[in-house]
């Protein structure tokens, strides 16, 4: 399999794009279906990075730049870890759920178990890790193959997804600045797209 998968010549991927502003976060049956059309198509370092990129929340700059220590201890994957943003340089913790586990864990049977050994390798440069260019592309792929536009998605879709359904579900806009590495509120605020008097009307509510 090689390492440049993006859509068929004459895509949207490779046309003009036309959509402008952010990116709109993915559904819950949108990637309920982009994994198992992975896992069907037995994709399993594209499952690993899909489901790291939706719990992790990282910027796709962190996400390509992860080493295998960084998320596994003696092999195992954790269930929480802390990687430094590259941007701020502030540390940020987030959750890896049992299906993105899985999904590693299947790819560290592939890849090996070397902690200093990037997660996501280049299969061009094998001593660099994945482009973020690259990463672009395959976010491409993955929501063409269920039908959306990829013109109207990008890399921080997958890193807003999650963000968005946690505010969606429970209005704790502190909770998603954290797990975000946002120094700022505002920062959060134009990210999710929310309404700034909502925003400070629940950021006052909660208790920190």
């Known amino acids: 399999m090689s390492e440049i998968i993006g859509g068929a010549q004459g895509s949207p991927s490779n046309s003009t794009r036309t959509f402008t502003g952010p990116k709109p976060p ?3 049956k949108q990637i309920w279906t982009i994994r198992t059309r992975l896992n069907l198509a037995k994709r399993v370092r594209d499952a690993a ?3 790291l990129a939706i ?5 796709g700059c962190d996400l390509v730049r992860l080493k295998i220590g960084d998320i596994a201890l003696h092999g195992t994957v954790r269930s929480r870890t802390t990687v430094v943003q ?3 340089g502030r540390p940020v913790q987030f959750e890896i759920t049992e299906q993105a586990r899985t999904s590693v864990q299947a790819w560290l049977k592939i890849v090996g178990t070397r902690p200093d050994a990037y997660l ?3 299969r061009i440069n094998h ?3 994945l482009s973020t260019r690259q990463y672009a592309r395959l976010v491409d ?3 063409e193959l269920i039908g959306l536009d990829p013109s109207a998605y990008g890399t921080h879709s997958l890193r807003r997804t999650k963000a968005a359904l946690i505010y969606k579900r429970t209005g704790n806009l502190r909770a998603v600045q954290l797990l975000l590495g946002h120094s700022k509120l505002e920062s959060t605020v134009r990210y999710l797209g929310i309404e700034v008097d ?3 009307t629940i950021s006052e509510q909660t208790e920190i």
Do not use: C, I, N, Q
């Not at 719990?55 to 910027?59: A, E, F, G, P, Q």
């Open 26 to 28: 993915l559904k819950p």
């Open 49 to 51: 990075l899909f489901d």
């Open 55 to 59: 719990d992790s929340k990282l910027r």
């Open 86 to 88: 590259r941007k701020t």
């Open 120 to 122: 996501f390798a280049s």
């Open 127 to 129: 001593a660099g890790h």
């Open 141 to 143: 792929h993955w929501v």
């Open 198 to 200: 909502d925003a400070l």
